[in-house]
């Protein structure tokens, strides 16, 4: 089960639609539907806040679940973080993923520099 399926069945697990939640997360309903439909790449940043506002650990939007089993984890799931190590895992994600953005702003800049 892909990401973007995986926010769309949290999303209706909690009895929301794509307007209610794109106006939880400031955003349009057009641009949140695209996210469910998988017509854009979602940010990191952006499944932080999903997890966030749907009360579930970030990383339930990688584990390999099926419907079933994801849905009862919503039901489930009603506490915030927790230092555990699937936390610890999700936050290192996290850095790595930041530290692979920040390097790619550096090279970005190095290159508009030796343009000048």
């Known amino acids: ?10 999303r209706e697990a909690k009895g ?3 307007e209610e939640v794109a106006e939880k997360l400031q955003m349009s309903g057009n641009g949140y ?8 790449d979602v940010k990191l940043s952006r ?4 997890a966030e506002l749907f009360e579930i650990k ?14 009862v984890k919503v039901k489930q799931h009603r506490s ?7 936390n610890v895992e999700m936050q290192q994600f ?5 530290d692979k953005e920040i390097a790619l702003l550096k090279r970005i800049i190095e290159l508009t520099e030796a343009k000048k």
């Open 16 to 18: 929301w639609t794509q």
């Open 80 to 86: 915030s973080f927790y230092m555990n190590s699937s």
């Open 47 to 50: 499944l932080l806040q999903l």
């Open 58 to 71: 970030p990383a339930e939007f990688f584990e390999p679940n099926d419907k079933a089993s994801l849905n």
């Open 1 to 10: 089960m892909s990401v973007n399926e995986k926010i769309r069945l949290v």
């Open 33 to 40: 539907g695209d996210i469910e439909r998988g017509e854009t």
């Open 94 to 98: 996290v850095i790595d993923q930041k």
